[in-house]
């Protein structure tokens, strides 16, 4: 499902981002990213969702060739994955409705396939009754469930998720994950950043970790140091 062969990203100045990094995500598997900040945890998931492109090695997705995406096809390929990110990144003129129906409204998506897809995200992450509030009315965990919805609106096979526990209280984190949990139980591929050991250690799944840049440890490869 995704897929890193010596993949390497160095940003213009010589900053080394990730430095040959190879590991292999199956279909309908659930993982975390971790490591210090400035790690690369970010860039790797930029690559993944073709906001970033690699200096060196292939990143697939569905075997497919993320570097030969042409610009023209990038939209094509962002339908498969769901991006959520720690600061929400909703739009405060628009409702929750509204932020989560846009990337339906890009797809070109017919109004009642929107209004059905829209409440059936928002009936997932327990958000039904603020379809038409405000996002600066919701709680900062209301919001990341908000853009959690947003993601996965249109059903994509592929969720990346980026420290979307980052600014919440340890119960709320637990909460945002074992909604991340339900998706993977229903096929998704999930993939999430985060510096929180503690809450990975207690959810038990593959852990990804990056040091400067490399991928030190990787339980199906052992140390790759």
Same mark, same amino acid.
Request: net charge positive.
């Given at each position: 499902?995704?897929?890193?062969?010596?993949? &390497?990203?160095?940003?213009?100045? @010589?900053?080394?981002?990730?430095?040959?990094?190879?590991?292999?995500?199956?279909?309908?598997?659930? =993982?975390?990213?971790?490591?210090?900040?400035? =790690?690369?945890?970010?860039?790797?998931?930029?690559?993944? &969702?073709?906001?970033?492109?690699?200096?060196?090695?292939?990143?697939? #997705? *569905?075997?497919?060739?993320?570097?030969?995406?042409?610009?023209?096809?990038?939209?094509?390929?962002?339908?498969?994955?769901?991006? #959520?990110?720690?600061?929400? $990144?909703? /739009?405060?003129?628009?409702?929750?409705?509204?932020?989560?129906?846009?990337?339906? #409204?890009?797809?070109? &998506?017919?109004?009642?396939?929107?209004?059905?897809?829209?409440?059936? =995200?928002?009936?997932?992450? @327990?958000? /039904?009754?603020?379809?038409?509030?405000?996002?600066?009315?919701?709680?900062?965990?209301?919001?990341?469930?908000?853009?959690?919805?947003?993601?996965?609106? *249109?059903?994509?096979?592929?969720?990346?998720?980026?420290?979307?526990?980052?600014? /919440?209280?340890?119960?709320?984190?637990?909460?945002? /994950?074992?909604?991340?949990?339900?998706?993977?139980?229903?096929?998704?591929?999930?993939?999430?950043?985060?510096? +929180?050991?503690?809450?990975? =250690?207690?959810?038990?799944? $593959? &852990?990804?970790?990056?040091?400067?840049?490399?991928?030190?440890? +990787?339980?199906?490869?052992? +140390?790759?140091?």
């Amino acid at each position: 499902m995704i897929k890193f062969e010596q993949v &390497s990203k160095t940003y213009p100045g @010589g900053h080394k981002a990730i430095e040959k990094v190879s590991f292999h995500l199956q279909q309908g598997e659930l =993982a975390f990213l971790t490591g210090h900040s400035g =790690a690369g945890k970010s860039t790797l998931l930029k690559l993944i &969702s073709l906001m970033e492109r690699p200096s060196a090695g292939e990143v697939y #997705i *569905n075997g497919v060739c993320l570097n030969k995406v042409t610009a023209k096809q990038v939209p094509y390929v962002r339908r498969d994955i769901g991006v #959520i990110f720690q600061n929400h $990144r909703l /739009l405060d003129r628009y409702s929750v409705f509204d932020n989560v129906a846009l990337p339906l #409204i890009i797809a070109g &998506s017919h109004r009642r396939d929107i209004e059905k897809r829209v409440h059936g =995200a928002l009936d997932k992450v @327990g958000l /039904l009754n603020k379809a038409r509030c405000a996002p600066e009315t919701l709680s900062g965990g209301e919001q990341q469930r908000v853009g959690i919805a947003r993601a996965i609106v *249109n059903s994509p096979p592929i969720l990346l998720a980026d420290e979307p526990t980052g600014n /919440l209280d340890p119960e709320l984190s637990v909460e945002i /994950l074992k909604l991340f949990e339900d998706f993977n139980q229903h096929g998704t591929t999930v993939l999430i950043a985060t510096h +929180d050991l503690g809450l990975i =250690a207690r959810m038990k799944y $593959r &852990s990804l970790t990056l040091k400067a840049g490399k991928l030190v440890v +990787d339980p199906l490869m052992g +140390d790759t140091l």
